[in-house]
């Protein structure tokens, strides 16, 4: 049996039920003695006001009660990780409920279920970081890639709307060559045979070029 799963208390049927695998049926005084001890969880209560609120019989005694309790447990047995009936020699009883558990409105709520989810909502969080994580790495590289044709952009304009701040050359014969500044050929070592316009520009000081 999957310990985290919640068990729920029907009262009309005297049963104890996770709606699934588990389905407890208690006899009429050991549901009394159930509800008796489940209203004051954690609480020690005494024999005689056990006796008086279960049987409200004079003829029954400790021994009645001490029958009753062993015979509950027997019954309860395969819910001892929710809860357990414990003795006080001599005084009382009170049932405990397990630390991972809480009563409310006639569930026993299992608080390790509520972990997991707490730690699954976490993990969700945490893969959501991570895909932010990647939006803002692809935003970067986006504008990166922007500035980068901004850049191309500027220092390589189309060849129809050059303006007369480019200076033509006269790097080859048969090519019309256009740059931002005025260059020595002889230093310019790029073949222009490829194509018959061109448009140079100074880029981090070195001279690129593109083929129009």
């Avoid at 050991?30 to 005689?48: H, M, S």
């Avoid at 003795?87 to 279920?113: A, C, P």
């Avoid at 490829?194 to 690129?208: G, I, R």
Wanted: with cysteine.
């Amino acid at each position: 049996m999957n310990n985290n799963i919640d068990v729920f208390v029907n009262r009309k049927e005297r049963l104890l039920t996770d709606n699934m695998s588990l389905n407890v049926y208690l006899t009429k005084y050991e549901f009394k003695l159930f509800i008796c001890l489940l209203e004051l969880p954690g609480v020690n209560q005494a024999n005689d006001d056990l006796i008086n609120r279960i049987w409200n019989d004079d003829k029954k005694d400790n021994s009645n009660l001490i029958q009753l309790i062993s015979k509950t447990r027997r019954h309860l047995k395969s819910l001892e990780h929710v809860f357990k009936i414990k003795s006080q020699r001599g005084e009382g009883y009170s049932l405990e409920i397990n630390r991972n558990y809480t009563f409310v409105d006639h569930w026993f709520k299992s608080s390790e279920m509520k972990s997991e989810k707490e730690v699954n909502t976490f993990i969700l969080d945490l893969n959501d970081r991570v895909s932010n994580k990647e939006i803002i790495l692809l935003l970067l590289v986006s504008i990166m890639i922007s500035i980068y044709v901004l850049n191309r952009t500027m220092f390589f304009p189309d060849f129809k709307t050059i303006s007369d701040d480019f200076v033509k050359l006269s790097c080859s014969g048969d090519s019309v060559i256009l740059s931002t500044t005025k260059l020595d050929c002889s230093t310019i070592k790029e073949n222009f045979s490829k194509s018959k316009s061109y448009v140079l520009s100074t880029f981090d000081e070195k001279v690129v070029y593109t083929e129009k």
